[in-house]
């Protein structure tokens, strides 16, 4: 047998595959295999040879990631025969790995998930066009095919997303001017939830009878309506913002630069008394947190809240209105509320108040910001002229 004529078993492949066992990824003929010490993931050709294009260290789930988007987009060039040189899909992975830490303010796991999948259906969608090429009916027809997808806010989202990439691509002389700036996004129907002082105060009371992880949401959703608060500053509050005068938190929602803010909310009776409750914990623990998580005294992660505050919903709810089952979908429930709703019901109460400082209260810069997307009172009332 020659040297040139080897058994099938022993053809040198392109690359090669630990043990483990093969994942669609969601492309096709794209595969990940979990080994040893190496996630992998590899393009079967139609030949049957398999290519991997991307590796990572096991337990690297930063590395993973980064692996499986490189893999991702070599499967679609091969699958495509596509040069990504020069194309969208480069600029826009030139923005993710070179701008997206410094522009963006918002570097938690969420955050970076949900820019993740904006640069993924961008690229799916623009990648293999030049950056010059661009024009404004491209981006309607973007927002028309995102939105008969079911998703016509998010990809109102995503093309203001690749309007920012684009003015960096300007900079860079990828293009000439930037095409996606002024352009009518679509139309949604914002399902506004309005939530009385009575419903946060049933759900406090309450909580204030149940064990101890409800108790401290009880207590964090009274807290919230009292400060106004963002849901972001009240999740990871930290017993150094109790101060002598009062509770102070640093503003979560600031641009990428900016300098920080600072909120105070002076003591008032009734804030002094959710505190100490919240204080007053049945297990304990010691943590720098206001709000801790039962048992670990971390704070709560974004989706372990979440978890947790739905089942509260659901035990409180059931108490209110027996006729709800198991089964039932609580969130539709007219005593249904999140964290995130409570803030602008806070804000609602201080303007239906005319309190003096309602503004300051809501902490915008711009007053209209506080009405547009704030001011949820029904009934807006105000003395005769004489």
Known sequence: MSKEQKPASKRARTSTRSGGQREPTGVARLYKRVGTNVVSFYYIHPDGR???LGRASLGDKAAIEQARRTAMRR??????????AGSVAEMIEKFRDEIDSTHYADQSPHGKA???AAYENLSAFFGRMGPRTLRKQHGYQYLQARAEAGAPARANKELSQLATICHYGVRWDLMEDNPFT?????KTDTKVRVVSRRQVLRFYLWSLKQRQNYRTLGCAAMFTYLTGFRAAEVRPFTKDGLQRDGVIVVSAKRKKGEAASVKRRYWSRRLRCVVERALQREDKIA???LFAATRRGACYSRSGWGS???DAMNAWIRVQDQSVNETDLVTDHPLYFSLLDIRPAAVSRKLEMQAKDAYDFAGHANPSTTHKHYDRRLVKSAAATE
């Open 308 to 310: 947790s505050w739905q």
């Open 182 to 186: 002024g352009m009518m996004l679509n």
């Open 114 to 116: 949900l820019r993740l």
């Open 75 to 84: 499967a679609l060039e091969i699958r495509d025969g596509a040069v990504i």
């Open 287 to 289: 943590s720098k947190y």
């Open 50 to 52: 398999g290519e991997t």
